[in-house]
């Protein structure tokens, strides 16, 4: 009988463990597959800015050899911003980003557009958008004191020091690019990809702070940094709240609306 019972204990003993190998290699097998979503989702992030890069220089190329331009004023003209060809190319830009992750993005991740967040808006959005307004306005007030106080209130955004637009064809264009087409791309780029990624792996908040310091240096602006990062992170807190992009093309896109009145109207 005691070796009956025994040899029960032994087996009950085995199968537990064999019960634990079971879980434990299930558990690896899931962390890997999330290893591996995660670096594929950061691998479209670059590509689509690579993709986004190359449509602009080949226009920029076809741009300065259809006006026979020497290669120097090219160069010129990119780096004053001088003209509305730089706002077709920027368009251009963020238009191949902004194609490329919504060709890409749900065979990636395996998740549809809509359940990313790419839906229309609803009643909770507009009070995320409402608050995310008054915390983008009261930052670019304070940012606007500070940079008085230190003599840089003329201080323009990187790229922007020179902009001179000739029409009112061409403002418009400059208005619906700055506002329109740059947020949108922008928004599937550092918050659908970037950010949702980063939070996959890590606490929002972490994966917010994250994000929006990468977005603020990809603007290249040393000086607008902090108004620029605190507009990424409040972007990421309303896609964070309510699971739809749309409240931080909003909010993005009422900022630059605002920048690109002032940078026309103001100066």
Partial sequence: MATSDVRATGGRGRGFDSARALVLSAVTVAEGSSSGRFWREMRLLVVAALAGFAAMILVAIG?????????????????????????????VFYSVIAAFILWRIS????????DLGLRGLRGRDWGTIGLGLVAILAANLLY??????????????????????????????????????????????????????LAQKMPWLLAAIISAIVFGLGHGDIVAFPVLAWLGFVNAV??????????????????????????????
């Fill in 63 to 91: 741009y300065g050899v259809a006006n026979a331009r020497h290669e120097a004023q090219v160069q010129a003209d990119f780096k004053n911003a001088a003209s509305v060809e730089l706002v077709v190319v920027s368009s």
């Fill in 107 to 114: 065979p990636t991740t395996g998740v549809s557009l809509n």
């Fill in 144 to 197: 606007q004191r500070v940079m008085a106080a230190t003599g840089n209130a003329q201080h323009l955004q990187a790229g922007f020091e020179h902009v001179r637009i000739q029409s009112t064809a061409a403002g418009v264009f400059f208005v619906v690019s700055s506002a329109v087409i740059a947020p949108f791309a922008e928004e599937l780029l550092f918050r659908m990809i970037l950010f949702r990624t």
């Fill in 238 to 267: 309303a896609y964070q709240r309510t699971g739809n992009i749309l409240t931080s093309m909003v909010l993005h896109g009422a900022n630059n609306l605002w920048a690109s009145a002032a940078l026309l109207f103001l100066r």
